[in-house]
């Protein structure tokens, strides 16, 4: 039996190619300082996205739509300074991120909404065949 190293981004490519398969979302990773973990699954009334988050302050998440293209960013900021001091081991990551998906057209714009719970962004896309706005901002609540 031979065995293939661990290739991450493979993984990320499959993820990628399923998403387009779907034609659901194209998933578009922006700017960003470390990793944002999301998963996107299907619902009875549309979409659902599930995005990481814990230490980002409500204050520091901005989400909204801009024809047909939903960006989520924001800011995680450490609760130390690390200026002038040995740090031994720093495996938590702190910046801006920023992610983009290109929503399908069913999606009602004006009726998408997010809270966070738990450190998780909660992002509930409902489906329907009628038009859309083409710019929102969606309010994120706790």
Excluded: C
């Excluded at 387009?20 to 659902?48: K, P, V, W």
């Excluded at 960013?73 to 200026?83: F, N, V, W």
């Excluded at 966070?116 to 329907?128: A, F, K, R, T, Y």
């Amino acid at each position: 039996m031979q065995l293939s190293p661990w290739n991450p981004t493979e993984l990320l490519d499959i993820q990628r190619t399923f998403l387009e398969s779907a034609n659901a979302f194209n998933t578009e990773i922006m700017t960003m300082s470390g990793f944002l973990a999301t998963d996107i699954i299907q619902t009875n009334h549309g979409y659902r996205l599930y995005a990481d988050v814990p230490g980002v302050k409500l204050k520091n998440l901005h989400l909204s739509v801009d024809n047909g293209v939903m960006t989520l960013s924001g800011e995680r900021h450490l609760h130390y300074d690390t200026k002038d001091k040995e740090v031994p081991v720093l495996n938590r990551q702190s910046g801006k991120f920023s992610m983009a998906y290109t929503l399908s057209d069913q999606i009602e714009y004006d009726k998408i909404s997010a809270k966070v719970e738990d450190g998780v962004l909660i992002v509930d896309m409902p489906v329907s065949k009628q038009g859309h706005p083409n710019q929102i901002d969606i309010h994120i609540t706790e």
